[in-house]
């Protein structure tokens, strides 16, 4: 497609639940980055994902949340027994990588953990 | 630790103004650096980039200035419009690396 797409949208869960979010980059695009946005917070990166090479894991707040990528390109999110503090809006992006270019964003999920 | 700063949570502008949205960052490793603006309920969009061997890129009315030696950035909109006020964040890092973002400015253009 011409844009990121992320699914769902809205997601509402029960805390303890686990939830998955995907994320569909730009074509051809080789780096793929996960961010969430708190409530009046501002953008923190969670996973970073740059062709084959090992993803950067250094944001994920616990072991909890995981990432994959599969073919080099779809992505999923994965929050495991979800607590209330999960609730944000979590961004997938994409960019060409070191071919240099924006990040461009995805619309979002907005995960809420009641 | 943040290495990304953008100290100013929020800026008011009389339409028709310049609009100065700043940025600093404390990593001289990072070459690449962009600006984002953010409506509600909406991703953020790529606004301009600049990177580390430039000191100056333009896009219409907007102009992002680097200061290497002191680690600052800035965003001017001139003339700012009403359609401009958003959330604008800055981000820096490397190019093949992750991105840093700051923690936004909330820019309201006033009719």
């Known amino acids: 497609g011409a844009g990121v797409s992320q699914s769902p949208s809205n997601k509402v869960t029960e805390k303890g639940k686990d939830v998955e979010l995907r994320c569909d980059p730009i074509s051809g695009h080789t780096a793929l980055y996960w961010y969430r946005q708190s409530l009046g917070q501002g953008l923190e990166f969670l996973i970073y994902f740059q062709g084959n090479s090992a993803p950067d894991k250094s944001g994920l707040p616990s072991d909890r949340f995981s990432a994959e990528r599969t073919g080099g390109s779809v992505s999923t999110l994965t929050i495991q027994r979800t607590q209330q503090e999960d609730s944000a809006v979590y961004l997938c992006?994409?960019?060409?990588?070191?071919?240099?270019?924006?990040?461009?964003f995805g619309p979002g999920t907005r995960l809420t953990v009641l | 630790d943040q290495q990304v700063k953008q100290n100013s949570p929020s800026l008011s502008v009389q339409e028709g103004r310049i609009s100065i949205l700043n940025c600093d960052y404390t990593?001289?490793?990072?070459?690449?650096f962009l600006w984002y603006k953010k409506y509600p309920a909406e991703g953020p969009t790529f606004l301009i980039s600049i990177s580390s061997i430039k000191d100056k890129n333009e896009d219409g009315r907007f102009t992002v200035f680097l200061n290497k030696s002191a680690k600052h950035l800035s965003l001017h909109i001139v003339p700012s419009q009403p359609g401009d006020s958003a959330v604008y964040f800055c981000?820096?890092?490397?190019?093949?690396?992750?991105?840093?973002f700051g923690p936004g400015t909330r820019l309201s253009v006033l009719p």
């Open positions: 981000a820096a890092g490397r190019l093949g690396q992750n991105f840093v």
């Open positions: 992006a994409s960019s060409r990588g070191l071919a240099g270019g924006p990040v461009v």
């Open positions: 990593n001289s490793m990072f070459d690449y």
